[in-house]
């Protein structure tokens, strides 16, 4: 059949409109890819032909309250391979594997990967500077450096289990750099260079560098100074009494700022792999639960003139050495007891029955409220992760014979923590604080503040009246009562020594194994700082604290009085000197004396004579100083100037 000349016409006429409304699409499809989408796809293209040598961001300084250094970074580069990039793997391996100390074959299997970019890990990661040079100096197409950094320790142990350690990517693991990582990791930049398909560079295009941004650096209330002789003391207490563990806390008690802390045994940040995880992970302040023996009394003493359920010095108790409380037989750590006293010298003392009494006078609703207000039975809240909150009684659970060795700080389970953020409590005039050990956010590029962190008050416990009454309390405790050891000479000292017995594996407490400790305040009129010190099982010696702990606190809070330039007072309680203690003796004022009159009255004391000369012109010790029996005294002699007329 034959088609006519029209249906011909018609049907290219309909192609050819078809052919260009297709031509139309496409015109416009690109038009729209050229005009609407240019950036998107040039991105694109870029981003399949880029590739990234990562420059690892700083993380922020961790610094003590002066600014003194407590972590930093060093410059520690890997080495990072683009294996299309690779003209000689055999070769390149071959010089790899002699720089970074590993076998050929394992660095070829690295080296020629089938991805885009490959990290030699472990042997090429955070390595020294020197080998870095060394691979830079071979010239290997397809080898780079990436710019990492290791975070370094200037104080090797020090304050170890606070600060913890960051991992080989530079992310905090433990301690204030796992707490506080957000703030102190930083932003990584980049390098990014082009390559085709083959891997080759493209010249035509520039590289692009991403600069990192460095980290917050973080302050701490830390001290140094204080952290300083906190560190000498537990070095010392570990040689002396080879103990399971010691460990040692200051804090300020106007605040909650932690000036101090540590607890060993303890290890190197930077080589925390060389020691077993539960010494690394197991900050003892924090974490550790046990019975706190005696240190406990205080807050029963607290509560007890709290309620004015007592008079220390008018009220009297007589100890026989047990007291009788549901039918069980509570015991004075004195056999045969201390016989008629008063509820000061019970303080004093740290007499069992005594605090047995005031817990009863207190009722168990009463006693367990204020254990519950100071703290007690939950976490402080101290910005360190791990904490643990102890364990009480349930209320429910709680007869006369738990109430009553509740008063005297058996079958509880507090963490050290605790005990110092309560008894600080106790001694500030009422005010529970959050301890806390950041005080600052810092730029790291200009050194300025750029958020400081307040201290948090929980609530007020007991009445400022209240607290200077236990302050007078605790001061007779270290001048009159178990406490002696913990005297320092110029500063009124208060405190209250703790023997707490150990549970053992079987539920039942262990034999001659105790926790001996001592908490610490000064001056007494106006606290600064308080010091709580633990020793875990010390060997060689007789297992109390008012002979193992109290002495160390003593020269802890002593010594750390005079760094932070807290001035010696006069008042206060003088020593009670028991046998055989020797009474300290004053040294007299001898400048402007004649040498030959000096004799007869230093009967008690040494002289060494410097210079030459009749009269005596310096002398040291000052006057007024108490030193002991037998000391020497420096004097400097020297002939008095005539005046002319």
């Known amino acids: 059949m034959r088609v006519s000349n029209v249906t011909v016409k018609r049907r290219l006429l309909l192609i050819l409109t078809l052919g260009l409304c297709v031509f139309?699409?496409?015109?416009?499809?690109?038009?729209?890819?050229?005009?609407?989408?240019?950036?998107?796809?040039?991105?694109?293209?870029?981003?399949?032909?880029?590739?990234?040598?990562?420059?690892?961001?700083?993380?922020?300084?961790?610094?003590?309250?002066?600014?003194?250094?407590?972590?930093?970074?060093?410059?520690?580069?890997?080495?990072?391979?683009?294996?299309?990039?690779?003209?000689?793997?055999?070769?390149?391996?071959?010089?790899?594997?002699?720089?970074?100390?590993?076998?050929?074959?394992?660095a070829y299997e690295k080296i020629t990967k089938k991805q885009s970019i490959v990290r030699i890990t472990p042997e090429g990661r955070k390595i020294s500077n020197e080998k870095a040079a060394a691979i830079k100096a071979m010239g290997l197409p397809g080898v780079f450096?990436?710019?990492?950094?290791?975070?370094?320790?200037?104080?090797?142990?020090?304050?170890?289990?606070?600060?913890?350690?960051?991992?080989?990517?530079?992310?905090?693991?433990?301690?204030?750099?796992?707490?506080?990582?957000?703030?102190?990791?930083?932003?990584?930049?980049?390098?990014?260079?082009?390559?085709?398909?083959?891997?080759?560079?493209?010249?035509?295009?520039?590289?692009?560098?991403?600069?990192?941004?460095?980290?917050?650096?973080?302050?701490?209330?830390?001290?140094?100074?204080?952290?300083?002789?906190?560190?000498?003391?537990?070095?010392?207490?570990?040689?002396?009494?080879?103990?399971?563990?010691?460990?040692?806390?200051?804090?300020?008690?106007?605040?909650?700022?932690?000036?101090?802390?540590?607890?060993?045994?303890?290890?190197?940040?930077?080589?925390?792999?060389?020691?077993?995880?539960?010494?690394?992970?197991?900050?003892?302040?924090?974490?550790?639960?046990?019975?706190?023996?005696?240190?406990?009394?205080?807050?029963?003493?607290?509560?007890?003139?709290?309620?004015?359920?007592?008079?220390?010095?008018?009220?009297?108790?007589?100890?026989?050495?047990?007291?009788?409380?549901?039918?069980?037989?509570?015991?004075?750590?004195?056999?045969?007891?201390?016989?008629?006293?008063?509820?000061l010298q019970v303080v004093q003392n740290s007499c069992n029955p005594g605090f047995v009494a005031l817990g009863e006078r207190l009722g168990k609703d009463r006693l367990f409220s204020y254990i519950n207000k100071f703290g007690f039975g939950e976490k402080t809240g101290i910005d360190l992760q791990g904490e643990a909150k102890g364990i009480l009684f349930k209320k429910n659970q709680v007869g006369p014979l738990e109430a009553a060795t509740t008063a005297f700080g058996q079958g509880v389970s507090v963490t050290p923590i605790q005990q110092v953020t309560a008894v600080a409590a106790a001694i500030n005039g009422g005010h529970l604080y959050e301890p806390h050990l950041a005080?600052?956010?810092?730029?790291?590029?200009?050194?300025?503040?750029?958020?400081?962190?307040?201290?948090?008050?929980?609530?007020?416990?007991?009445?400022?009246?209240?607290?200077?009454?236990?302050?007078?309390?605790?001061?007779?405790?270290?001048?009159?009562?178990?406490?002696?050891?913990?005297?320092?000479?110029?500063?009124?000292?208060?405190?209250?020594?703790?023997?707490?017995q150990k549970v053992g594996p079987n539920g039942g407490y262990m034999e001659n194994n105790y926790i001996v400790s001592f908490m610490g305040f000064a001056p007494a009129n106006d606290p600064q700082i308080v010091v709580y010190v633990a020793v875990d099982n010390p060997k060689g010696t007789i297992q109390f604290g008012g002979t193992v702990s109290a002495p160390i606190a003593g020269r802890i809070i002593g010594d750390s009085l005079s760094a932070m330039g807290i001035k010696k007072q006069a008042g206060g309680l003088e020593k009670e000197t028991r046998w055989p203690e020797q009474p300290l003796v004053k040294v007299p004022d001898l400048i402007g004396l004649n040498k030959d009159d000096l004799r007869a009255s230093l009967f008690d004391l040494k002289l060494k004579e410097v210079g030459n000369g009749n009269s005596v012109m310096m002398q040291s010790p000052k006057p007024g100083v108490k030193v002991k029996q037998g000391s020497t005294i420096m004097i400097y002699l020297g002939d008095k100037k005539k005046r002319d007329d």
């Open 24 to 106: 139309v699409v496409f015109i416009g499809r690109l038009a729209y890819v050229q005009i609407f989408e240019n950036d998107w796809l040039t991105q694109k293209a870029l981003d399949s032909w880029s590739r990234e040598i990562p420059y690892e961001a700083e993380r922020g300084e961790i610094l003590d309250t002066r600014g003194k250094v407590l972590a930093t970074n060093i410059s520690s580069p890997s080495v990072l391979v683009v294996p299309r990039q690779i003209r000689n793997p055999s070769e390149t391996a071959d010089k790899l594997s002699k720089v970074l100390g590993m076998t050929k074959q394992r």
């Open 145 to 343: 450096i990436a710019e990492d950094f290791k975070r370094y320790y200037p104080k090797g142990n020090y304050l170890a289990h606070v600060l913890g350690f960051a991992g080989i990517d530079n992310q905090g693991l433990t301690g204030l750099e796992s707490y506080y990582n957000d703030g102190l990791k930083g932003k990584n930049g980049h390098v990014a260079f082009f390559s085709d398909a083959q891997g080759n560079r493209m010249s035509s295009l520039k590289d692009q560098y991403i600069p990192p941004k460095s980290g917050t650096s973080l302050m701490l209330t830390i001290d140094s100074r204080v952290q300083s002789i906190i560190e000498r003391e537990l070095n010392n207490t570990m040689e002396t009494y080879h103990p399971d563990n010691a460990l040692a806390i200051a804090m300020d008690p106007n605040n909650g700022d932690i000036l101090g802390m540590s607890s060993k045994p303890d290890f190197n940040p930077e080589n925390y792999k060389e020691v077993p995880p539960e010494v690394y992970n197991h900050n003892l302040p924090i974490w550790k639960t046990y019975e706190p023996g005696s240190t406990f009394k205080v807050i029963t003493l607290a509560s007890a003139l709290q309620e004015n359920v007592v008079n220390l010095t008018k009220d009297h108790f007589h100890d026989s050495g047990a007291i009788d409380v549901a039918g069980t037989q509570l015991h004075c750590w004195k056999r045969g007891g201390h016989g008629e006293e008063t509820f």
């Open 439 to 500: 005080k600052a956010w810092i730029d790291s590029e200009t050194g300025q503040m750029v958020n400081r962190i307040e201290p948090v008050q929980r609530r007020q416990v007991i009445s400022a009246a209240t607290s200077k009454k236990v302050r007078n309390a605790l001061e007779s405790v270290v001048a009159q009562g178990t406490g002696r050891n913990a005297y320092v000479e110029g500063y009124r000292v208060g405190g209250k020594t703790g023997t707490a």
